[in-house]
């Protein structure tokens, strides 16, 4: 959303940047893109970069536009599940992508086990047809189209809210690119923030054309949903961005995660976690982000690809193309 407002507002060509978005998603594998060259930049999440780190892949995190991740379970009401240590031995409809994320934080924080486990194939109908089961989702979509199949109001629990605290939709490149282009990746930041300034506190109508036009599916009611509930759960602006800016991170926020991960088996104790993020390019204030200035190279044109965890991706053209 804060990228597409960016694009469609003219901020990305303010700083010199020619960005083109293209839908991303479970089915697309950023960081073999990232890897390869064919994008400049890739909407990722923090434990897929410590990851990475494990493998020795030369990516880094350069910024997270959200606080706190959205992934949520959700439950029927009236079945006794008013907390996670009550969703213990009933069946939760995962995706194979939690078996690396939050399952290993919910099992050892919370008792989950193995046989709790089915799987989430992002269709909503095996949970609806079983009031004692629990179901992945992520707070922006899945809430709605549940009250809307099922005709109820679920009960939503946001992982961020227990413990389970990974920066989420995070900016990530190549660490050549940080190293040989500190400069593009310092504008391609700043623009991608004060475009999510833009579209919190400005007008979205520009961005959510542009969704629409990706995803004719996506309804006026669904967008307006899930700006309010990024909002209301401070998913973008809440902690360290409040007073750092979007995209805020900190060494001691990383080290916590890592800590999370570690003691749930996902990260081996001896990971160096700190060379999978750089503090160089965020943290400059909201009043910064807020301040809109056209920046003196805008004539210098970088070209920029990009792809977002859930749906974007960036790349500019033959100026100075940055990819998203």
């Known amino acids: 959303m804060g990228l597409l407002s960016g694009d469609r507002t003219g901020i990305y060509a303010d700083y010199g940047l020619d960005v083109t978005i293209k839908m991303g998603g479970p089915q697309v594998n950023g960081t073999q893109l990232l890897m390869g060259g064919a994008i400049d930049f890739f909407m990722g999440y923090g434990s897929d970069a410590i990851r990475a780190v494990e493998s020795d892949i030369p990516k880094i995190t350069v910024a997270s536009m959200f606080q706190k991740d959205p992934q949520i379970l959700i439950a029927h009401p009236d079945q006794g599940i008013e ?3 009550d969703i213990q031995g009933r069946p939760v409809f995962i995706s ?3 078996n690396v994320t939050y399952w290993p934080f919910l099992s050892a924080k919370y008792g989950f086990t193995e046989d709790m486990k089915r799987p ?12 004692n089961s629990v179901q992945q989702g992520y707070l922006s979509s899945e809430p709605l189209a549940i009250e809307k199949e099922g005709g109820f109001e679920p009960v939503v629990f946001l992982l961020a809210d227990y413990g389970y605290e990974p920066y989420s939709t995070t900016i990530e490149t190549r660490v050549e690119v940080v190293e040989q282009d500190p400069d593009l990746v310092q504008r391609f930041v700043d623009a991608s923030i004060k475009g999510w300034y833009s579209y919190l506190n400005g007008d979205p109508s520009p961005a959510n054309a542009l969704i629409k036009q990706d995803n004719p599916e996506m309804s006026d009611e669904q967008i307006a949903y899930g700006i309010a509930k990024i909002k209301e759960y401070g998913i973008v602006v809440s902690g360290d961005a409040e007073t750092l800016g979007i995209g805020a991170m900190t060494a001691e926020r990383w080290q916590s995660f890592f800590d999370t991960l570690v003691a749930a088996g996902v990260i081996q104790a001896d990971t ?3 060379q999978a993020f750089t503090l ?8 910064y982000y807020q301040t809109r200035v056209a920046d003196p190279r805008s004539h210098f044109m970088s070209p920029i690809q990009t792809i977002g965890r859930h749906g974007k991706l960036v790349h500019p053209p033959n100026q100075q193309r940055a990819q998203a």
């Open 83 to 85: 907390s996670l240590e």
């Open 96 to 98: 194979s992508a939690a």
């Open 120 to 131: 989430y194939n992002f269709n909503a109908a095996p949970f609806l047809a079983d009031p």
């Open 272 to 274: 160096d976690y700190s």
């Open 280 to 287: 160089d390019f965020v943290n400059k204030g909201p009043d």
